[in-house]
């Protein structure tokens, strides 16, 4: 942390002329260990925080200008509080859009300088986006005293990725952001918001991120797709369960029973929901009972129904996933996040580490010709001030 630190203040004094008063926050970026494509199903997600993050070094101004640098984009972004309008194409749209929905609430903001640097990598899946979102958010909370709840700051960032930056995203990863605490998974119910920390054992375990480096082009309209997929699922499914309101909502013995009625490619999606909220449940009984053995072999079930059933995966992700699987010390591993590239989440001992990084990459960079990225990672607490 230290060297990042010394980074910031460095730099905020280049920008802002000298660093007094001036405070560090922090906010870091997620892996979802379970629960994928169940969200807008109304379903179960198992998201953790990693510590991987955004730190912004800031210090309020008296006045309403919003000047902020950001240290991986080398660019300085300036608004006002009083005219907030989206700007095409800048990454200055993520903290003018906290900005926005704050004030559509009626808050009254003080401006502020600031300088950012992070080591999430941009456009993995990790929510680089919902973690500067969240760090600008709990920045005007310190400093306009909005003394906003966790969940409530949750929301409000998702309303600004949805509404300013327009981008569909569920709540999964501001929730996680906000919320996550070190050395817990949050199983998290996304029809009622209700959620439950459930430690997850680190001493001899990581969980190892791997980044495929593959751009995630088919992602956006694919995903689109599964998602009336679902709803037509729901709408046929109706005729005989006139009670369900999403899949969420339907057993996996319902299925069984009427999965007649549907469409095989409708069908398969409803598998895969179906099955994957029943995962997720089993995962955090597992957790719960320190069965890591168990968690593992549902996380490879739930890649296989990302495969087979709900066909988001690619090539790459496949591939890892079965390198990884083939190596010792492996407990589990799945792509997380939407799918069609991005990154595969790992189970390994701890005592594994080393050969399972020099041992897939050697795999992948000899079937893809692509290098794969390696984050080993720790579960770390959500969003937050470093005093
Ligand atoms: P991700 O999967 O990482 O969330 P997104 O495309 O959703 O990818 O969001 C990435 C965007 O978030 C970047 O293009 C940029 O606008 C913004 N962003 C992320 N990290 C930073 C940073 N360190 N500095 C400035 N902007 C950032
Ligand atoms: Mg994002």
Redesign the pocket.
């Known amino acids: 942390m230290e060297p990042r630190i010394q980074k910031l203040q460095d730099e905020f004094k280049k920008q802002f002329g000298d660093d007094r008063d001036t405070r560090l926050f922090r906010a870091p970026g997620r892996v979802n260990l379970i629960g994928e494509h169940t969200d807008y199903n109304e379903g179960f997600v198992l998201p953790a925080a990693i510590d991987r993050s955004i730190l912004a070094l800031a210090r309020p101004r008296k006045d309403k200008q919003v000047r902020i640098y950001s240290l991986d984009f080398k660019n300085l972004f300036e608004f006002s509080l009083d005219k907030i309008k989206p700007v095409k194409d800048s990454w200055g749209n993520y903290p003018m859009g906290v900005a926005k929905v704050l004030e559509g609430e009626k808050f009254k903001l003080k401006g502020f300088e600031a300088v950012f640097q992070s080591n999430v990598p941009v456009g993995a899946g990790l929510?680089?986006?919902?973690a500067i979102e969240l760090v600008n958010a709990f920045i005007f909370d310190a400093f306009s005293e909005l003394k906003l709840d966790r969940v409530k700051m949750a929301l409000l960032c998702q309303k600004a990725e949805n509404e300013f930056v327009g981008?569909q995203?569920g709540i999964m990863?501001q929730f996680i952001i906000a919320l996550g605490e070190k050395d817990r998974a949050l199983f998290l119910d996304c029809r009622d918001l209700s959620y439950r920390l459930v430690p997850v054992p680190s001493e001899k375990v990581k969980l190892v991120i791997t980044n495929t480096k593959v751009k995630r082009s088919l992602a956006g309209s694919e995903y689109n797709q599964r998602r009336e997929e679902c709803n037509e699922g729901v709408k046929l499914l109706k005729k005989n369960l006139p009670k369900i309101k999403s899949l969420r909502d339907v057993t996996p013995e319902n299925l069984v029973e009427h999965q007649d009625t549907l469409p095989e490619i409708v069908r398969k999606r409803c598998t895969h929901v179906v099955m994957e909220n029943d995962r997720v449940t089993r995962a955090v009984e597992a957790l719960t009972h320190n069965n890591l053995r168990e968690f593992g072999k549902l996380m490879v079930e739930s890649h296989n129904s990302l495969r087979d059933l709900y066909q988001v995966s690619c090539p790459e992700l496949d591939l890892l996933v079965k390198n990884a699987l083939a190596l010792k010390g492996v407990l589990g591993s799945r792509m997380t996040g939407a799918g069609f590239g991005g990154c595969t989440v790992s189970l390994v001992e701890e005592k594994a580490v080393d050969e399972f990084r020099i041992k897939s990459s050697r795999a992948y960079r000899k079937d893809t010709g692509k290098v794969p990225e390696f984050y080993v990672c720790q579960i770390s607490d959500g969003v937050g001030e470093i005093k």
């Open positions: 929510s680089s986006s919902a981008v995203c990863d």
